[in-house]
Structure formats: structure tokens, C-alpha cells
């Protein structure tokens, strides 16, 4: 098993900034993609917002483009993601996900965090 743990959310002015983090740990050969999502609305689907690879590249949704940036230490299994010029429609609830490669795993595993609540004043 392997376990998410997010921080990092908060309650902040427009324009302001946020750094969410996320550690993986548990039963971890190797952890792959990992990603932050979020939801806005409870039932909703989830949107992806920013994924890294295991090598390190970036991809992100065109809303959070040169705001957003999502890093990640290998060593540590952690990612960050670093958000600047926040919107009200930043709002939500960002969950942590990854793909992982379990010790004697026959293939990947994805895990999901709990979530942390960001909230964005106008």
C-alpha cells in the first residue's frame, strides 16, 4: 500500500500565491507520473491541472499555464505545485494522485491523497 499525503492549501487574496506538496510513501519501488487535479464542485469530475513524468516533464492545463508550476524530488517521492497569480476560479479542492511501481508489484498502482481545500478571495 502506499499512501498520499498533501498540504499546503489555504485561504488567499486574488492574485496571491500557494504551494500544495505532496509525499508519497509506503510500499514504493518506484513512483511514475505524478499529478495534481482538482475538483470545484463535490460529485463533479476532477480536471487535471498539472502532471510531471517520472523523468521531470511538465505538462499542465492551458488555465493554469504560466501561473502554475508542479516540481518533484525522486529522492524524496514528493511534488510540489507552486501557484502564483491565483483566480477566484482557482477554487477547489486538489487532490494529489500517482502512478506507482510497488515492490514486487506485476504492474502500476495509482493512489489518490485526501485532498486540500484552496480557496481564492476576489
Known amino acids: 500500500q502506499v499512501q498520499l499525503v498533501e498540504s499546503g492549501g489555504g485561504l488567499v487574496q486574488a492574485g496571491g500565491s500557494l504551494t500544495l506538496s505532496c509525499a508519497a510513501s509506503?510500499?514504493?519501488?518506484?513512483?511514475?507520473?505524478m499529478a495534481w487535479y482538482r475538483q470545484k464542485t463535490p460529485g463533479k469530475l476532477r480536471e487535471l491541472v498539472a502532471?510531471?513524468?517520472?523523468?521531470?516533464?511538465?505538462s499542465y492545463a492551458d488555465s493554469v499555464k504560466g501561473r502554475f508550476t508542479i516540481s518533484r524530488d525522486n529522492a524524496k517521492n514528493t511534488a510540489l505545485l507552486h501557484m502564483s497569480t491565483l483566480k477566484p476560479e482557482d477554487t477547489a479542492a486538489y487532490y494529489c494522485?500517482?502512478?506507482?511501481?510497488?515492490?514486487?508489484?506485476?504492474?502500476?498502482?495509482?493512489?489518490w491523497g485526501q485532498g486540500t481545500q484552496v480557496t481564492v478571495s476576489s
Open positions: 494522485f500517482a502512478n506507482v511501481w510497488e515492490f514486487s508489484g506485476e504492474s502500476t498502482s495509482t493512489y
Open positions: 509506503g510500499n514504493i519501488f518506484r513512483v511514475n507520473t
Open positions: 502532471a510531471i513524468s517520472g523523468g521531470g516533464s511538465p
